[in-house]
């Protein structure tokens, strides 16, 4: 992909771009698609006044939106929000299913008349890089180069650098929105500190140094991911009540605990999530996010495990921590 400094805005990383990406779009009352569980968006919506269009995903299409999903609601939509690889599920887009949220998108802005504004996509891929085995990142504008005047990319340094704490990221757009994005940021003074935008500048360009990175980092985090998941198969085989889904990319693992109802002998049943959570957390030492913390249902069993400071020796540990405290409920 190719584009023009004037397409291109850095900022102190991912947050501030979203929020002025949402602030040059979206004005109050305005359609806003997105799905759930996803990082913020009903934030952001929230602050912008805009009207929430909600789509709640599910486990078999991997916590992904589908274009069926979207297409009812993109009539008079101003701005979709999409995230591959997702947080918090670390799951991606298929191919074809983006190209076909692509192919709703283009002759929706064909068809509005030049006083109506137009549908964009903001596209989050801030774990673009960190995908595991077989699994690819797609993105539309490279599937649909036509998607370039309509999509906004996010992006950084954060997660896939292991730099949380060097705040540079970029966002990619037309040059209309992009200068809307430039005049809210710089109000806000959300710019990346000079220096670290300089660092960030010259490590970029050393190619074969983030190659050799890239390959331990990834490798690293996938035996994680993968050891956890097949604890979790495990677990699921010998009949306690969870699940997980397979790992694709990022730092996260998507697992079910399908624990409301249960009890410990002699003290009260674990009647909601968030009391499973809290007995999680407390039996068996393990920190999970549940989804409804990422705007899913509150009835939602699902939860985001992260590995962004696990350690592999820790993991048997882990698992037997969590065996033994879903072993105590009946």
């Not at 939509?77 to 997702?86: D, E, F, G, K, M």
């Not at 990221?169 to 037309?174: S, Y």
């Not at 003074?189 to 980092?217: C, R, V």
């Not at 097949?230 to 998507?254: H, M, N, R, W």
């Amino acid at each position: 992909m190719n584009y023009d400094v004037r397409e291109i805005l850095i900022a102190a990383g991912g947050r501030p771009l979203i929020y002025a990406l949402y602030r040059a779009i979206v004005d109050k009352d305005d359609k806003v698609i997105y799905s759930v569980p996803s990082w913020n968006n009903n934030h952001y919506v929230h602050f912008v006044e805009g009207n929430h269009v909600v789509l709640e995903t599910t486990a078999e299409n991997n916590f992904m939106p589908t274009a069926e999903d979207i297409n009812p609601h993109i009539h008079d939509a101003v701005l979709i929000a999409l995230c591959s690889p997702l947080n918090p599920t670390g799951t991606v887009f298929k191919r074809e299913e983006l190209e076909k949220i692509c192919d709703m998108i283009l002759p929706e802005n064909m068809r509005r008349s030049d006083d109506e504004k137009k549908l964009y996509l903001m596209y989050d891929q801030m774990y673009w890089t960190l995908t595991f085995g077989k699994t690819k990142h797609y993105n539309p504008v490279s599937l649909r180069p036509e998607m370039k005047q309509y999509t906004i990319f996010i992006d950084g340094i954060s997660k896939t650098f292991a730099s949380t704490g060097v705040r540079v990221g970029w966002a990619l757009g037309p040059e209309n929105v992009l200068a809307k994005m430039k005049a809210i940021n710089s109000h806000i003074g959300a710019w990346s500190p000079m220096a670290e935008q300089h660092a960030t500048a010259n490590f970029l360009l050393q190619k074969n140094i983030i190659d050799g990175y890239l390959s331990n980092f990834k490798m690293e985090l996938e035996e994680r991911l993968e050891r956890i998941y097949e604890g979790f198969q495990l677990l699921k085989k010998e009949g306690f009540s969870v699940d997980a889904c397979a790992p694709q990319a990022a730092i996260y693992l998507t697992i079910q605990l399908n624990l409301v109802g249960k009890k410990i002998e002699n003290n009260p049943v674990l009647s909601s999530q968030s009391e499973v959570t809290s007995y999680i957390l407390n039996e068996a030492k393990l920190a999970v996010v549940p989804f409804y913390a990422f705007g899913a249902s509150k009835d939602s069993n699902w939860y985001r495990l992260s590995v962004g400071t696990c350690k592999k020796e820790e993991i048997p540990d882990m698992l037997a921590k969590l065996k033994s405290a879903l072993s105590k409920l009946t």
